[in-house]
């Protein structure tokens, strides 16, 4: 089997791999629709989507292996970087690596990372990082994409069926405690931010929830309270759910190391 690579400590770095590691996940998560989706419409575009933010992940683990290297670690590729890297060395956050859950679930938890996303991807196009910028300008057309498919589902559920509606409500009371970690900040973000690398996650928090916040309503819904809990997944304390999609994602790298199609 494979060893495990270490990853760089730095700052920068790590800020990267939230991105490119909150991608990537959220990706095999959407792929698991593949031939499951409620119509085929529906098969097609999220397998799409997923495969939209398999193609940023790529972008940003790249970027993120060779900032890496320039500041004195060990260089690493993409590949290295998503299937060599040990469940405590991801740094996405914790609502992408949920469970599928129904397709109501789906649709609401995609609404709220194309948001988070394209909010995101908007401001690192004035990256100080000129490949992070060239990365976020293509990005952030796929994002708006992904918000406008996700928002009109939203909202058919939402003001739908009894059974559609009741579907709605019980995602958004699963999901939505998982949100707050989005936007907690730290060290990482504040490093980014003076570097003009990026965007603290924290201060894209008001206009994400304004405009989660007017889906929800037209859906018909309401945002619930907040709540004390804080998942952590960005900072490497994940879920028991992460183990089981990097034991599948992974198995073959690790197999059989330097495998090539």
Not at 39 to 65: F, H, K, P, W, Y
Not at 69 to 96: C, K, M, S, Y
Not at 156 to 179: C, I, Q
Not at 209 to 215: L, P
Request: hydrophobic content about 45%; some cysteine.
């Amino acid at each position: 089997m494979q060893a495990s690579i270490t990853v760089s400590r730095d700052p920068s770095v790590q800020y990267l791999l939230r991105i490119g590691d909150t991608c990537l996940i959220l990706a095999q998560r959407l792929a698991e629709w593949c031939g499951h989706a409620p119509i085929v419409e529906e098969d097609i575009a999220l397998s799409n989507m997923a495969l939209d933010l398999v193609g940023q992940a790529r972008a940003v683990l790249t970027r993120a292996g060779r900032l890496e290297a320039e500041r004195g670690g060990e260089p690493h590729d993409e590949d290295q970087l998503a299937f060599l890297r040990d469940e405590r060395d991801f740094r996405n956050i914790t609502l992408v690596e949920l469970p599928r859950g129904d397709f109501a679930a789906t649709m609401l938890r995609n609404l709220a990372i194309a948001i988070f996303l394209e909010l995101l991807w908007q401001r690192l196009e004035a990256s100080s990082d000129t490949e992070l910028a060239g990365i976020a300008g293509k990005a952030v057309k796929e994002a708006r994409y992904h918000r406008e498919h996700a928002a009109d589902w939203v909202v058919r559920l939402g003001d739908g069926t009894a059974e559609s509606k009741a579907r709605m409500v019980a995602a958004l009371d699963w999901l939505w405690p998982y949100v707050a970690e989005i936007f907690e900040g730290d060290g990482v973000d504040e490093q980014a931010a003076s570097e003009r690398m990026g965007p603290r996650w924290s201060d894209l928090r008001d206009e994400w929830r304004a405009r989660f916040a007017e889906v929800i309503v037209e859906a018909g819904l309401a945002l619930p309270a907040e709540r004390p809990f804080r998942s952590t997944g960005k900072n490497g304390r994940h879920s028991e759910h992460l183990g089981y999609i990097l034991a599948e994602m992974q198995h073959l790298q690790r197999a059989f190391p330097g495998g090539v199609w």
